[in-house]
RNA sequence: GUGGGUAUAGCUCAGCUGGUUAGAGCGCCAGGUUGUGGCCCUGGAGGUCGUGGGUUCAAACCCCAUUACUCACCCCA
């Protein structure tokens, strides 16, 4: 093998993979475009200090860097990245872009890039399908986030699913509530471990990170409904969300408050969600919340916004194994074979005319004996070929073998493309 | 950032306590079948055993280093 590789965690996506793929963003998109979220492309790579303080800590770490291009190689300096997420680069659309209509509703689907370790279902470039509402107060945008994404797992075909649903002043709250506002950060993490380590697990973490028993005693009984301070509104606005998520047909049995829902990034500001499968077991596929707070750090103005994203990469890795993928995993619906010299504008002729008529059809360019040329076709997963031959140029029909069951049949060309159009 | 695993043909892998010309399946090419793919049969091409050092009479195998990939943790889609 050439001495040749690809970047630690990417890939490449090859046609077969990529008619698949095609497919799922189409079904997302069009999800998207059903309830409004027109489409809005941004540059793959972002001024660092756009994308810097937005994610905390542990996201900044994971930013992927450019070097500064031309000069500053040598010493390490950057002064671009390339986009970590799609909400922030859209924040400073907003910003730069004070005359779009509010309220703002887009959708975007591109790839993103992290820094990160990759193991299954965790890549360094991933694509993320985002839809984003800007300049709506909390309510019915998060609500339709929340049935944006119960609707496109759906389209996908997934049933077993639950949207955890959370606010982050809740959270905010309990901190406070334990004496610990300002290391809320550290207690979320540790709680939202929760159905990974059990209680033991979370108890025995925050004793690590130094939390006291008693601390710990009081975040289970607030965890458990034990009243707390400050948290009405927050509560209220959940309540809201929820009942409107449901009246905009989101399945109750998919929809589930959960106190310990956390979400790394430091953006979020109110309600938080996410999707895991419930027979899954690769993390989550769907993450959003509301972030009234990160436009204004662009423009000076609070806006105020809510977002959700579904994590393409999972998604298909999770159809992949569960055989979802159907269909054929080729554009080209009818291989039209060459048979001869003399027969050969007789096939060109074939070919031309399935495709002025739609049918996306390829002519066998290698040429070689009709058995290879069948084969050829079959590799590729086209469904469909044609044979003319001697017999049929001279008839003026073309041979119609189906690929898969093996018939044929003779017929004019003509009927051959009605035939072709009309099949699926 | 932390800890494992793997690296041998285009792909998936086998290769015993080191031993002489390194194997299989699949794929590819050719033929059996000069108008038919999938199934079957025959033959063929294809490998500096990731890289660099070391030990040894002898290394794919043992030791050290290095690189790449990968899985898990952290965190995340």
Not at 6 to 23: A, C, E, F
Request: with cysteine; proline share 4%.
């Amino acid at each position: 093998m050439a001495d040749v590789h690809l970047p630690k965690g990417m890939r490449d996506i090859l046609p077969q993979q990529m008619i698949l793929r095609q497919r799922v963003i189409s079904t997302i998109q069009q999800v998207f475009l059903r309830y409004g979220f027109a489409p809005l492309e941004t540059p793959a790579m972002e001024r660092i200090e756009t994308l810097t303080g937005k994610y905390g800590d542990e996201g900044d770490k994971l930013i992927f860097r450019v070097l500064k291009r031309g000069e500053g190689g040598q010493q390490g300096e950057v002064d671009q990245a390339l986009r970590y997420d799609l909400t922030v680069p859209l924040a400073r659309v907003i910003a730069m872009n004070p005359q779009l209509p509010m309220p703002f509703k887009r959708s975007q689907v591109q790839p993103v890039w992290r820094a990160d370790r990759p193991q299954k279902g965790r890549f360094r470039e991933f694509y993320q399908c985002d839809v984003d509402t800007v300049g709506a107060p909390v309510g019915l945008a998060d609500a339709e986030c929340i049935a944006v994404v119960h609707d496109c797992l759906l389209a996908l075909g997934f049933t077993d699913f639950t949207i955890r649903l959370n606010h982050r002043r809740w959270l905010a709250a309990l901190a406070l509530a334990v004496n610990a506002a300002e290391r809320e950060g550290e207690l979320i993490v540790a709680i939202d471990k929760l159905d990974k380590i059990g209680r033991d697990g979370v108890s025995r973490e925050l004793l690590g990170r130094g939390f006291t028993q008693g601390q710990i005693d009081r975040v289970w009984e607030l965890l458990d409904g034990a009243p707390l301070a400050g948290s009405e509104q927050a509560l209220a606005e959940l309540d809201q969300v929820e009942a409107l998520a449901l009246a905009m047909g989101v399945d109750r049995q998919r929809l589930l408050r959960d106190r310990t829902l956390a979400r790394g990034l430091d953006y979020y500001t109110g309600p938080v969600f996410e999707t895991v499968l419930t027979d899954g077991g690769l993390g989550s596929v769907s993450g959003g919340g509301r972030y009234d707070g990160l436009i204004g750090m662009f423009c000076g103005r609070e806006i105020p916004a809510v977002g959700v994203s579904l994590g393409l990469e999972r998604l298909i890795v999770l159809m992949e194994e569960r055989g979802m993928l159907g269909g054929s995993s080729s554009a080209t619906r009818v291989w039209v074979t060459v048979f001869s010299d003399e027969t050969l504008p007789a096939s060109l002729a074939a070919v031309s005319a399935f495709r002025q008529a739609g049918v996306p059809a390829e002519i066998s360019l290698a040429g070689g004996k009709l058995g290879k040329q069948l084969k050829a076709a079959d590799s590729r997963g086209v469904p469909f070929a044609v044979v003319i031959g001697p017999d049929e140029a001279a008839a003026g029909t073309v041979k119609l073998k189906d690929l898969r069951s093996g018939e044929e049949q003779v017929l004019s060309l003509s009927l051959a493309i009605d035939q072709l159009g009309a099949a699926s």
